[in-house]
């Protein structure tokens, strides 16, 4: 273990490097981000506003709010580019070059994934966290802060960074079959926004449908954190959700695996 | 060192039909036909060979030494590679060779060159010391020590080929692979890439497989060669076997102030030549005549020439191996 540590831990230290380089980008895509935060929040602003009700399906108009700076600090924390960096190196071809090495292919992706991401984290976790803090400190007039919620929801963040890591990495395997993925991912990305309650609470959904999309894995990427942060999740519920996150990344760990082996077998090497 | 027994890879291959038409057609029905890249090839390399691996483009040289170095899997037969089969166990087996793809780059490409070594090092757990001695060594035969601390993507072509090179030998594998190793650089740079892979060949006793364009790379490099044409091997043997099996061919070229000396020659004609044992080429008063020795006997040649036309300068060589090979993919099959 500390030895296979050893091999990739350089991968991090690349990644983040990497992402040194490219700075300008790294500023531009977080104002992008954060951008399209502060668009879903005008829209649930006018909602709340047409409408007499107090609250929605368990949300008030704060708690709306905390929603949804929660949901893009969550989404940024597990976003994985897998998908679309396996489907390119199957296109051109240059996954042949990591296949010359003695590593296993999906860990220097992760690595090399977690070195590129440590930096954005850190640096937007603190303050975000800070924002949602002072919003609901704000209305309620009492500090609701609470250090175990947070490790909670840190914890459940990291499980779904894997889970989304190895969904992604499964999906990048499609590309050996359908060779490039650009639209695949186009379809993706809206479908497991939907599904992962990234648009919608979850809750506003009619209830059998709720109940199918909890349980899907994509429930377990952002919506399960957040819930966990906010405090509607506890006891025996909390222990069942965070146990369903273990599952998925289990599940897609295998399936990960079991694909590349697959794989491997009809690389057909485009471009030489 | 490395065997390899009956070798063949078919790949499925989709065929649209031409136009917008056969696009349409090809999305709801696509037809796909069975490609057969590599053809039962069999070949040996003793440890510490350099073996040359040459064809013309699309024969099938890239998808062996892709089959070699365990990322295609082979549709039948078998290679093994120092006891090991690339296929299987492929972790275990990468560790032991050294791979170049002359049109790609293992290198990281935004950050400086030396971080790849740090990770290169990491991965094949190569100790402290001994990778301090091993860069020394490479820095010394490739000359890194200039470009070690500029990002990858500002290197030239050839500063990156050097780079690429030293990244395969850094654990000092037993047999490298070079796919290309010379591809789009300028005289200079290859003839130092040349020396670099024979010293290290000589030094060390790597083994080590190379294909190429390049014949000055083969006839520098390698005492043998194979030579493979539509996935199917058409020669195996030294350079000098090569020169005899295939025609002892020469090249006369003289100088002469007649007009259309060709044609008054009529060499084909005169000694009863066939098309594939004589042909001329004419470049203002340079006359080249290539003729293979083993029809018609130099002297007989060149007192032909001497009586019927006026010579100022005149020499006669052995071609060289690029000449048989033309002559060779030119006939298509031997």
């Keep these: 273990m500390k030895r296979k540590l050893k091999i990739y831990l350089p991968f991090v230290n690349a990644g983040m490097q990497e992402v040194a380089t490219y700075r300008v980008n790294w500023i531009f895509f977080m104002l992008g981000e954060a951008l399209s935060c502060f668009v879903t929040y005008f829209i649930w602003a006018a909602v709340y506003s047409s409408g007499d009700k107090e609250s929605m399906n368990g949300f008030t108009m704060p708690q709306m709010i905390v929603y949804i700076v929660l949901m893009f600090l969550t989404g940024t924390i597990i976003a994985s580019d897998g998908a679309y960096v396996v489907g390119e190196e199957i296109r051109d071809g240059s996954i042949i070059m990591r296949m010359i090495k003695p590593v296993s292919y999906n860990a220097t992706f992760l690595f090399q994934e977690l070195g590129n991401k440590l930096p954005t984290e850190i640096a937007i976790a603190a303050p975000m966290i800070i924002t949602v803090e002072v ?74 449908l709720e109940k199918v999309f909890l349980f899907l894995p994509f429930a377990s990427l952002n919506y399960t954190p957040v819930m966990i942060y906010m405090g509607k999740y506890t006891g025996a519920q909390l222990l069942y959700y965070i146990g369903l996150q273990v599952f998925w990344v289990l599940f897609f760990f295998g399936l990960s695996k079991l694909l590349w082996r697959i794989s491997v077998k009809r690389l057909s090497s485009q471009g030489g | 060192m490395i ?156 500063q990156r080929m050097r780079a690429d090179i030293a990244a395969s030998l850094l654990h000092s594998p037993k047999v490298l692979f070079l796919d290309e190793p010379t591809i789009g650089l300028d005289v200079v740079v290859k003839d130092n890439i040349r020396k670099a892979i024979e010293y290290i060949n000589r030094h060390e006793k790597t083994t080590v497989i190379l294909t190429t364009h390049d014949l000055a790379d083969i006839e520098q490099l390698s005492k043998r060669i194979v030579m493979i044409d539509k996935g199917t091997k058409v020669f195996d043997g030294s350079i000098a076997g090569l020169k005899t099996q295939y025609g002892q061919i020469r090249e006369l070229t003289f100088e002469t102030g007649v007009a259309n000396a060709a044609a008054v020659l009529e060499y084909a004609k005169h000694f009863s030549l066939g098309e594939e044992d004589v ?17 018609v006997p130099v002297s007989d040649i060149l007192s032909y020439t001497l009586n019927k036309v006026s010579v100022s300068d005149i020499s006669v060589k052995d071609a060289d191996i690029e000449e048989i090979i033309r002559r060779l993919y030119g006939q298509g099959a031997v």
């Design chain 1, 135 to 208: 919003i609901r400190t704000m209305i309620s007039g009492v500090l609701q802060f609470n250090a175990l919620s947070l490790i909670l929801y840190l914890f459940s963040c990291a499980l779904a960074y894997l889970i989304s890591f190895y969904f992604n990495i499964c999906f990048g395997f499609t590309a050996f079959v359908i060779k490039y993925l650009w639209g695949a991912n186009m379809m993706k990305n809206v479908v497991v926004g939907f599904l992962s309650g990234a648009v919608v609470p979850l809750s506003f959904l009619p209830g059998v």
């Design chain 2, 3 to 158: 065997t390899v027994d009956k070798l063949r890879k078919e790949f499925k291959k989709t065929v649209k039909e031409p136009g917008l038409k056969g696009s349409v057609k090809s999305l709801f029905k696509p037809k796909s036909e069975k490609v057969v890249a590599v053809r039962d090839i069999s070949f040996s390399v003793e440890e510490g060979e350099i073996l040359g691996f040459i064809g013309p483009n699309g024969a099938g040289k890239s998808t062996v030494i892709k089959m070699l170095t365990g990322i295609l899997t082979p549709t039948a037969g078998s290679c093994t590679i120092n006891g090991k089969n690339p296929t299987q166990n492929r972790q275990s087996y990468v560790k032991e060779i050294g791979v170049v793809f002359g049109q790609r780059t293992q290198l990281w490409w935004d950050l400086p060159l030396r971080e790849t070594y740090g990770v290169l090092k990491e991965i094949y757990e190569v100790p402290e010391d001994s990778y301090n001695r091993r860069m020394a060594f490479l820095n010394e035969v490739l000359e890194l020590e200039e470009f070690i601390a500029s990002p990858v993507r500002t290197l030239s072509l050839g």
């Design chain 2, 279 to 295: 042909s001329v080429e004419t470049e203002g008063n340079v006359v080249k005549v290539r003729f293979n020795s083993a029809a």
